[in-house]
C-alpha cells in the first residue's frame, strides 16, 4: 500500500510542478477560455512559439491539456477544467494571506 501511495503522491507533484511555472500557469488560465493555437497563445503571452510549445508540452504529459490538429495549427484546450477550482483556492489562499499580513502591518 505504501508504494501506491507513494506513487500517488509522485503523480500529483508532477501535475502541480506543472503548472508551477508562471507561464504554463497563465496558458492554464488562458484556456479556460476556450481552445487556442501556439500561434495564439505565443502571441498574448509575448513569447517564441517554441518556448510556448515546450510548456504546452509539460503541461499535456502531465495530463492537464489535449490537442487537435487543424490544418496546419494544433489547438490546445484544458483536458482537465477542475485545475481552474484549484487555482481558484489558490488565490483564495493569498488573499487570506495578504489579509493577515495587512492586519499584521497594523499592528506595528
Sequence with gaps: MAKADDKLQEMKAEILAAVGHPIRLRVVEMLADGEMCV?????????????????????ARAGLLSARKEGLRVLYRLRTPCILEFLSCVTQVLRERLTDERELLRRL
Design 39 to 59: 500561434c495564439d497563445i505565443a502571441e498574448r503571452l509575448g513569447a517564441e512559439r517554441s518556448n510556448v510549445s515546450r510548456h504546452l508540452g509539460v503541461l
